[in-house]
């Protein structure tokens, strides 16, 4: 374990207030942002960093100090995450960044002027239809490796399933979106 969720968990167990104000000032970004990528709206990953919080403070007394505390924590708000995904599954940020830190919505075209907007509407409507088609394993598998940048081992870990799932899950993912991109004339074959 880290030596200051060691130090944060022996606060906690003298003074719960006090521990969970600490824990809640180191991983509130952390939760945040992914919450964000998730969600796409600041509203929402707020919304989501609180319900994830609630479900730390109350499982913390049963927490295995044994183990790191951010393995369980990303856990807990990507579980929380793909609950909100099943839940509202027309929401989708755009601004999530790709593997080379740019935008997919930078991706898009301009829209500067009208036939430039009406295209860029469109494309971004297709997009984001096309990825809450996918399944929810394969969104998440893509979005970790994609927009977070997370490894296989790392997300294997997250979503509690073997390394040759998360690579299944992420090839199935790319073929269905280029697949699907395809047919609406996004994507060159």
């Known amino acids: 374990m880290d030596a200051s969720d ?3 968990l ?11 104000e600490l824990l809640y ?5 952390y939760i945040y942002t992914i919450a964000y990528h998730y969600t796409g709206n600041k509203e929402d990953a ?14 913390l007394d049963r927490f295995d100090d ?21 839940d509202k599954k027309d929401t989708l940020s ?28 469109d494309t971004k409507e297709t997009l984001t239809k096309a990825i809450h088609a996918l399944p929810a394993e394969e969104r998440m598998a893509l979005i970790l490796r994609h927009m977070k940048g997370m490894k296989y081992e790392e997300i294997a870990k997250i979503m509690g399933v073997p390394l040759g799932t998360v690579k299944t899950y992420l090839h199935r993912g790319r073929k269905s979106l280029k697949t ?10």
């Open 25 to 29: 000032d180191r991983y509130k970004k």
């Open 66 to 86: 044994s183990f790191s505390m951010l393995p369980w924590i990303k856990r807990i708000t990507v579980n929380k995450c793909l609950n909100y995904l099943r």
């Open 94 to 121: 755009l601004n999530q960044p790709n593997e080379s830190g740019q935008e997919i919505q930078e991706l898009l075209p301009s829209s500067n002027q009208t036939e430039e907007a009406t295209l860029y509407l």
């Open 6 to 8: 060691a130090t944060l």
């Open 180 to 189: 699907s991109l395809s047919k609406d004339g996004l994507w060159e074959r």
């Open 46 to 59: 707020l919304d989501l960093t609180q319900e994830v919080f609630l479900s730390i403070f109350r499982s």
């Open 10 to 20: 022996k606060v906690y167990r003298k003074n719960k207030n006090q521990g969970l």
